[in-house]
């Protein structure tokens, strides 16, 4: 059954850092790319960055770049979002997506807070 599960989310203060991770099942490579997703209050769902996993390539949203970094760790099957920096527009639920050719697969989500 193919499953994305994220964690790390949290409450920090502006200026912060977090890391999230998502874990794949059955595999990593179950999955062309994998990204991660925000969502604010009363906002749409709006990409953060994502990895194409073949290619080791990665793009992100201009309000994240410099800030936010995708990395992976095939051997944990893990995609990881790493964010520094942190502000008060970066809070919402962020979540792990996963494509395959024909599917998309999402994660349940993970809340991230920034307030001092």
């Known amino acids: 059954q193919v499953q994305l599960v994220e964690s790390g989310g949290g409450l920090v203060q502006p200026g912060g850092s977090l890391r999230l991770s998502c874990t794949a099942a059955?595999?990593?490579?179950?999955?062309?790319?994998m990204g991660w997703y925000r969502q604010g209050p009363g906002k749409q769902r709006d990409l953060v960055g994502r990895?194409?996993?073949?290619?080791?390539?990665?793009n992100y949203a201009d309000s994240v770049k410099g800030r936010f970094t995708i990395s992976r760790d095939n051997a944990k099957n893990a995609v990881y979002l790493q964010m520094n920096s942190l502000n008060a527009e970066d809070a919402a639920v962020y979540y792990c997506?996963?494509?395959?050719?024909?599917?998309?697969?999402w994660g349940k989500g993970t809340q991230v807070t920034v307030s001092s």
């Open positions: 059955p595999s990593i490579f179950s999955f062309y790319e």
């Open positions: 997506h996963g494509g395959m050719y024909g599917n998309d697969y």
């Open positions: 990895i194409d996993l073949s290619r080791g390539s990665t």
